[in-house]
T-cell receptor
Framework: QKEVEQNSGPLSVPEGAIASLNCTYS??????FFWYRQYSGKSPELIMF????GDKEDGRFTAQLNKASQYVSLLIRDSQPSDSATYLC???????????FGQGTELSVKP | DAGITQSPRYKITETGRQVTLMCHQT?????MFWYRQDLGHGLRLIYY???????DKGEVPDGYVVSRSKTENFPLTLESATRSQTSVYFC???????????FGDGTRLSIL
């Protein structure tokens, strides 16, 4: 059973701080990794995707991938109350393009 | 640009009834997916399709039927609804198998 693990939280950070969200996966052959944000009652929204080891930055968001250790993380700099949501990590299954989702980490940014 | 649309947004039905959830995308994406999301289980894949007339089972396919006669449409049918199928259903699509998936707004289905 291929698995994606996330700390369910809630993770609480003060406004302006860096939020760090982590995800580990079991399939060593995985090649594609995605972070989605989901507000309560809404659908998942793609934030970042990363395919290569290292860091990928997009505005206040940085995705970090370490395939040797089988983890992927998402850093949110200068966190805002509007960043309060559940963040879903997803790993592509090498068979057929399916995504395997973690349970999500709830982030709360306090003003 | 309509993107990906699901209908209905909300549905209440009774056990034993057949219900169909619709998904339509305007991006000409090859891949389409159906998920259900329940508290404590996260997002679980029901069925997916790599192209028209090609479908495959996901993690939780029992009790569901899909078809894909046209690239843009991917309906999900509950042939005889059960209370355990009460959930929020999301449709998603992607350009290719390795590309990011984009989600519709979801259908909240309640089965009484």
């Amino acid at each position: 059973q291929k698995e994606v693990e996330q700390n369910s939280g809630p993770l609480s950070v003060p406004e302006g701080a860096i939020a760090s969200l982590n995800c580990t996966y079991s399939d060593r052959g995985s090649q594609s990794f995605f972070w989605y944000r989901q507000y309560s009652g809404k659908s998942p929204e793609l934030i970042m995707f990363i395919y290569s080891n290292g860091d990928k930055e997009d505005g206040r968001f940085t995705a970090q991938l370490n395939k040797a250790s089988q983890y992927v993380s998402l850093l949110i700099r200068d966190s805002q109350p509007s960043d309060s949501a559940t963040y879903l990590c997803a790993v592509r299954d090498n068979q057929g393009g399916k995504l395997i989702f973690g349970q999500g980490t709830e982030l709360s940014v306090k003003p | 640009d309509a993107g990906i649309t699901q209908s209905p947004r909300y549905k209440i039905t009774e056990t034993g009834r057949q219900v169909t959830l619709m998904c339509h995308q305007t991006w000409s994406h090859s891949y389409m997916f159906w998920y259900r999301q329940d508290l404590g289980h996260g997002l679980r894949l029901i069925y997916y399709s790599a192209a028209a007339d090609i479908t495959d089972k996901g993690e939780v396919p029992d009790g569901y039927v899909v078809s894909r006669s046209k690239t843009e449409n991917f309906p999900l049918t509950l042939e005889s609804a059960t209370r355990s199928q009460t959930s929020v259903y999301f449709c998603a699509s992607s350009l290719g198998g390795s590309q990011p998936q984009h989600f519709g707004d979801g259908t909240r289905l309640s089965i009484l």
